[in-house]
């Protein structure tokens, strides 16, 4: 039974062509029952049991959910257990103490693999250390690290003692590194000395120190010796190397705290938004049962697999699904801290093919940097291993989507195309890799009992085809329980607008426009901040993008509205092309043709300004705010944050010349 939507094999229908999951991926996939959908539906909020029960508990619950108190919904809440615990010493006892846990692929080509035994002795000396040091439980500690083991097992060292960890980007600044120590008064700081970036060394201590000089609290700090050079990285008091610590503790074991279901597991901070940053709250629980549940039905991760998510730790994505989701389901979870054309651009298939990867989970601005590239590199390793494909991050549109299907996945593989956010914790909408059939370009409909629908200003639904806000109605485990120390923010960032709490009916607002088609597929357009208004018609700036992106040779776009003298919305496209391809007539009037046949003349671009590359954030998202500042000629912010800042200028001459 594949054919819940009534396409059994690859079909063309009005929203496009459709791709039954394949009858082989079927047979072996962990969830493929099509009743799983209805078993949901009308069984909530007891079917989230499912989820809880891939877990070991402590003391077990009685309740799946409290709502008395909504939006502040508490799940499995009179359960204990521990995060560290599940992840590690279960699998221990079930005896898979040999078993790969993390296999690490360093920048610099090293190597090295932890056994669920080896993880387990060293998160326990470094729990050990870190207690003896002063950490209690309920202390935050913050963690800034790059992608080197000693991350995962700072996060499971706290999860151990019962301490919420709060991992803030290798990447980001000393200042930005202040501000969430602030927010969280967090007085402890795991870093370290630097780490290489395309074998050039970066000083990561010296940010770490000044932002140490920027606070108010005292900071116990432990540093790693990443770089393995002469120079001192322990300073002053209160600092300790890692591996000084790991010798004063050596073989020491801690008991994982039990911790009950509500207690908070990690803060993470969200990206890339103006002023304070939101600390967004996640619970031990349900959070934990929701990523293994996600990791096991939408990733269809099996213990014996090699699992691989291109992620960084640093971002919710590498918490999720790098160390929680994978680790608690006891499989061997693919750990890379380099580039992915670094020494050369088929450096991720040379470790997909080394490693026989079974499952590989990337971002679209990957996946469209792999197409620009070409499918020679690619092409010159046996990718044969991959079972299943993801996506998460952004929407994708149907050309990446089809070409990471058929050169990374030798075309049989599904390709799901997962859609979430920091704040739902794990995956909430995505086809079943098992059931459900697979529309390019469409996330898919939501999960066995997530309430996600599209709305409009008043709150109700959309027709199929309309361009609405998507929101989720019911609570789901794996949500933000609140903003750090910020109740009220909590509520009104993401209650308030769709909720009505005088009938007691709560709604989530996730800040994304999203559209539903009448096999209830959702296709996330993009953020409510990235709608264009033209002549009184709402234009989903991701919509046109797509349509850009689909013109032969574009390997990818970035659309934004300029104003113009009389009060119009021009709309502006950035455009970077495929090797081979140049900016000439024939692509523009793809480009063109592309469009209108899309969403119609109404979205034509005003200008096309081509650019070798579009200026990005480190965690990958195109920095449309600043493309917008540029196409209206306005003083630019702090480019900084740019993993290319160096674009920019080539971008305003563009424009110069254009105008
Ligand atoms: C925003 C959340 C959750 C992992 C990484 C990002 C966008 C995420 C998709 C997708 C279209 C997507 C949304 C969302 N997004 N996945 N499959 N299709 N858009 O986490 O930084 O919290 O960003 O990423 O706009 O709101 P985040």
């Not at 594949?2 to 059994?8: A, H, K, P």
């Not at 590498?318 to 020494?343: C, F, K, N, Q, R």
Request: charged share 25%.
């Amino acid at each position: 039974m594949v054919d819940r939507n009534g396409w059994g094999r690859d079909a063309s229908t009005s929203s496009g062509t459709t791709h039954a999951p394949p009858e082989s991926f079927v047979e072996q996939a962990n969830v493929s029952d099509p009743g799983v959908h209805d078993e949901f539906e009308t069984n909530w909020p007891d079917c989230w049991e499912r989820a809880a029960a891939l877990l070991s508990w402590d003391e077990p619950y009685e309740t799946v959910l409290a709502d008395g108190d909504a939006p502040f919904y508490r799940w499995f809440a009179d359960g204990r257990l521990n995060a560290s615990y599940n992840c590690l010493d279960r699998h221990l006892e079930s005896g898979r103490k040999n078993h790969a846990a993390i296999r690490w692929e360093g920048k610099r080509g090293e190597r090295r693999t932890y056994t669920y035994r080896d993880l387990y002795v060293e998160v326990n000396e470094f729990a050990a250390a870190l207690r003896d040091r002063g950490v209690e439980e309920d202390d935050v500690v913050t963690i800034y690290l790059p992608m080197i083991p000693e991350l995962p097992i700072a996060m499971l060292a706290c999860a151990r003692i019962g301490a919420p960890h709060s991992v803030v980007f290798a990447g980001l600044s000393a200042d930005a590194l202040a501000t969430r120590m602030d927010a969280a008064d967090s007085e402890y700081l795991v870093t370290c000395d630097g780490y290489y970036r395309r074998g050039d060394a970066f000083n990561q201590k010296s940010k770490a120190d000044n932002a140490r000089i920027a606070l108010e609290q005292d900071v116990r700090t432990v540093v790693v010796d990443r770089l393995g050079d002469d120079l001192p990285h322990v300073l002053g008091d209160d600092e300790w190397d890692y591996h000084d610590l790991r010798d004063e503790f050596a073989g020491e074991t801690v008991a994982p705290v039990s911790r009950g279901a509500e207690d908070m597991l990690f803060l993470m901070y969200t990206s890339g938004t103006t002023g304070e940053p939101k600390g967004v709250v996640h619970s031990t629980g349900g959070y934990l049962a929701h990523v293994a549940w996600t990791s096991h039905a939408v990733l269809d991760v099996k213990p014996d697999d090699t699992y691989w998510c291109a992620a960084d730790i640093g971002w919710i994505t590498g918490h999720s699904y790098i160390v929680y989701g994978p680790l608690a389901l006891g499989t061997t979870t693919v750990m890379y801290e380099g580039t992915p054309d670094y020494p050369d651009r088929d450096r991720l298939w040379e470790i997909v093919d080394r490693n026989a990867v079974d499952v590989f989970y990337t971002a679209p601005t990957a996946i469209r940097a792999f197409m620009k590239w070409g499918s020679d590199y690619p092409g010159d390793h046996d990718l044969s291993s991959l079972r299943l494909l993801g996506t998460v991050g952004e929407p994708i549109s149907p050309r990446p989507w089809n070409w990471y299907r058929e050169h990374i996945g030798g075309g049989d593989c599904p390709v799901v195309d997962t859609w979430w956010q920091t704040e739902t914790g794990a995956v909430t909408i995505s086809t079943l890799p098992g059931i459900d059939a697979m529309k390019p370009g469409s996330a898919g409909p939501p999960l066995p009992g997530i309430d996600a629908r599209v709305v409009d200003e008043a709150g109700d639904d959309v027709a199929p085809g309309e361009t609405g806000y998507l929101t989720i109605g019911r609570p789901w485990p794996g949500m933000a329980r609140t903003l750090y120390d910020n109740d009220e923010r909590f509520v009104a960032e993401y209650w308030r607008r769709f909720s009505e709490p005088a009938s007691d009916d709560w709604r989530y607002f996730s800040g994304d426009t999203a559209r539903v088609d009448e096999d209830g597929y959702i296709t996330v357009l993009g953020r409510v901040d990235d709608v264009i208004s033209v002549s009184g018609h709402r234009l989903g700036t991701v919509e046109i993008e797509s349509a850009i992106a689909d013109a032969d040779g574009v390997a990818e776009a970035a659309v934004v509205g300029r104003s113009s003298e009389t009060g119009e919305t021009d709309i502006y496209a950035y455009v970077s092309t495929e090797s081979g391809h140049d900016s000439g007539r024939e692509i523009r009037r793809a480009i063109r043709d592309n469009v209108e046949s899309a969403i119609g003349p109404l979205a034509r671009p005003e200008a096309v300004i081509f650019t070798p590359e579009l200026p990005k954030t480190r965690s990958g998202k195109i920095m449309r705010r600043l493309l917008e500042d540029v196409a209206n000629g306005e003083e630019l912010g702090d480019t900084s944050a740019l993993r290319n800042p160096e674009i920019v200028g080539e971008i305003q001459a563009e424009i110069g010349d254009a105008d």
